[in-house]
């Protein structure tokens, strides 16, 4: 008798083709689950009789427990900036795939998982810590939250994670020397500071830093620019909004009086940057025709000077304007004043004149 029935269900369970849903639910005629001190305790009081029937796919258990999964996501509240990384620690107790992995998703700005973004995940881990990667162009905002998905088996986390994300910034630190300004022994003149234009005695110049992306070559405005100071020592920073962060540019460097210098390659831009144009020739990008940078001491490249009309080149006409300029005894803050000694005179005219037979131009990727 008992075969036949088991047969009867077998055909059932063919001409169906619908079996038992695969759930963390218990086939018992007793039993229960107890959370207590992060763990999970689920336990049958069963039939003493276990048997799994199966057929065309499908499977039935009896007096048997499917897997069972408990997710928690292991603090509350996080506070990042856009782009950086968010570590969220989880734990998972129960049955869990050898293949499953763990995702962390985002919601948008109001905290709906409508349209969730995943910003980390793992595999087959029961325990521990994701570094998920918050997106650089997020909005910033106090409503966000996260959640924790397993594949095998398929469960979402009830708890969530609230995250503030605020809009933070990127700082790039650059090492670069003017050719008109340079004095030697790795120092540059102050001239901001010798013109009474700023307090400290270490300030050379402002400049300008722009990065471009390889995307936007082709425009006329960089993607990012900002002005800063150079000091002395040839080293200045830059300060760029959070949203430049884990992004590749070509950095510009851009002075009063020098040629245009572009870095050789596009830099990833971390929390923190660093590039130094002053150290190699091929630091800087070039065209092939003729060096970015001019050697002024051993080891130390600069920045041609006496593009004094920022066209691009150092010719005739920087020549002009700074004769003209030297003739009326020109004194101060001036383009014309190559080698930053504050007056308008014969050493810049000589300074652009030698460097115009070199027919230099800036050069830059497109």
Request: glycine share 8%; charged share 15%; hydrophobic share 35%.
């Amino acid at each position: 008798m008992k075969n036949i029935k088991t047969l009867i269900l077998l055909l059932l369970l063919a001409s169906t083709g619908f079996g038992q849903s695969l759930s963390p639910r218990v086939t018992a005629t007793a039993g229960g689950r107890a959370t207590g001190g992060g763990v999970s305790l689920s336990y049958t009081t069963g039939e003493t009789f276990n048997t799994k029937l199966s057929a065309n796919n499908q499977q039935l258990t009896q007096g048997q427990q499917q897997p069972e999964i408990d997710l928690r996501v292991d603090i509350s509240e996080a506070t990042v900036c856009a782009g950086y990384n968010i570590s969220v620690p989880f734990s998972a107790a129960g049955y869990v795939d050898a293949s499953n992995v763990f995702t962390v998703e985002l919601s948008d700005a109001n905290g709906s998982f409508a349209n969730p973004v995943i910003i980390g995940s793992v595999i087959s881990m029961v325990s521990g810590s994701i570094e998920a990667t918050v997106p650089a162009t997020s909005i910033a905002g106090s409503g966000y939250k996260a959640r924790l998905v397993s594949s095998k088996p398929e469960r979402t986390t009830s708890d969530v994670l609230n995250v503030t994300i605020n809009t933070c910034t990127t700082t790039l630190n650059l090492t670069a020397f003017l050719e008109g300004f340079y004095i030697g022994n790795g120092i540059m003149r102050a001239n901001l500071y010798d013109l009474g234009i700023s307090t400290n005695d270490t300030e050379t110049d402002s400049v300008e830093v722009n990065l471009w992306s390889a995307a936007n070559l082709s425009s006329a405005t960089p993607d990012y620019s900002v002005k800063t100071v150079l000091h002395t020592d040839g080293t200045l920073t830059a300060v760029f909004p959070g949203a430049t962060l884990n992004n590749n540019y070509y950095v510009a460097l851009k002075h009063r009086n020098s040629i245009e210098l572009w870095s050789a390659e596009p830099i990833k831009i971390n929390p923190i940057s660093n590039y130094d144009f002053s150290t190699s020739l091929s630091s800087a990008y070039t065209d092939g025709f003729n060096d970015p940078m001019k050697s002024v001491s051993s080891g130390i490249y600069a920045i041609y000077a006496g593009d004094v009309n920022q066209d691009g080149t150092v010719d005739i006409f920087d020549v002009q304007i700074t004769e003209n300029e030297a003739s009326n005894l020109l004194f101060g803050y001036d383009a014309s004043d190559c080698n930053g000694d504050g007056s308008s005179d014969i050493f810049d005219i000589q300074l652009i004149e030698n460097n115009s037979t070199l027919l230099l131009y800036y050069a830059r990727p497109y």
